[in-house]
């Protein structure tokens, strides 16, 4: 298993604003991964985060609105740019754990966008 | 388009008796199953899952039966406990893409 930090754990932030989320694990991985959870709906991919290369980026998402950084195989951040309320969303870090062939997640950060 | 469907959002069951939680697919293409679990507050857990090559795989309380002609899976918990209430996510792999995809969620109440 692998254990997930994420920092902040919840932000209320203002329209127009950008907040960075910051995804620890205490191994080294070599997929992580980002997903959205919005009331109601099911986990969302966002993008694949991946080591010294661009984010790998799902349908309806876009590097623009959804920065990824991952410098090193322990580390990612995820920015939400230019917010607006329909950002207001848990936002998820992953490892993905080839060998047990599961995803272990962080437990997840609460966004409010007014 | 939801790949992965889970029509129930909610379900209560009383302490001691069987939860049966469900879910759906439409992507033939999915060849393994996972169950997860979520409290308030912190990321989801992984439960248990099931290889499309197998139709039941079983672990404790927890059961997953897998109808690949039905593209339906099912979580039974037996008996259920209190511990149990929270949010079910089931979620699809398809081995080519490496990516899980989640359904919506059930939230199981049980109550003594």
């Known amino acids: 298993s692998a254990v997930i930090s994420q920092k902040p754990s919840r932000d209320i932030c203002q329209r127009g604003t950008s907040l960075t989320i910051q995804c620890q694990v205490d191994?080294?991985?070599?997929?992580m991964f980002w997903y959205r959870q919005q009331p109601g709906q099911s986990l969302t991919l966002i993008a694949t985060?991946?080591?010294?290369?661009?984010?790998?980026?799902e349908s309806g998402f876009v590097i623009d609105k959804f920065p990824i950084s991952r410098p090193n195989l322990t580390f990612s951040t995820l920015t939400v740019s230019n917010m607006s309320p329909e950002d207001s969303s848990i936002y998820l870090c992953?490892?993905?754990?080839?060998?047990?062939?599961?995803?272990?997640f962080g437990p997840g950060t609460r966004l409010t966008v007014l | 388009d939801q790949q992965v469907k889970q029509n129930s959002p909610s379900l209560s069951v009383q302490e001691g008796r069987i939860s049966i939680l469900n879910c759906d697919y439409t992507?033939?293409?999915?060849?393994?199953f996972l169950w997860y679990k979520k409290y308030p507050a912190e990321g989801p857990t992984f439960l248990i899952s099931?290889?499309?090559?197998?139709d039941k795989n079983e672990d404790g309380r927890f059961t997953v039966f897998l109808n690949k002609s039905a593209k339906h899976l099912s979580l039974h918990i037996v008996p259920s406990q209190p511990g149990d209430s929270a949010v079910y996510f089931c979620?699809?792999?398809?081995?080519?893409?490496?990516?899980?995809?989640f359904g919506t969620g059930t939230r199981l109440q049980v109550f003594p």
């Open positions: 099931i290889s499309s090559i197998k």
């Open positions: 979620a699809a792999l398809s081995y080519n893409t490496d990516k899980l995809i």
């Open positions: 992507n033939s293409m999915f060849d393994y």
């Open positions: 191994s080294q991985v070599t997929m």
């Open positions: 985060a991946n080591q010294g290369s661009e984010a790998t980026y």
């Open positions: 992953s490892v993905g754990m080839i060998v047990a062939d599961t995803q272990y």
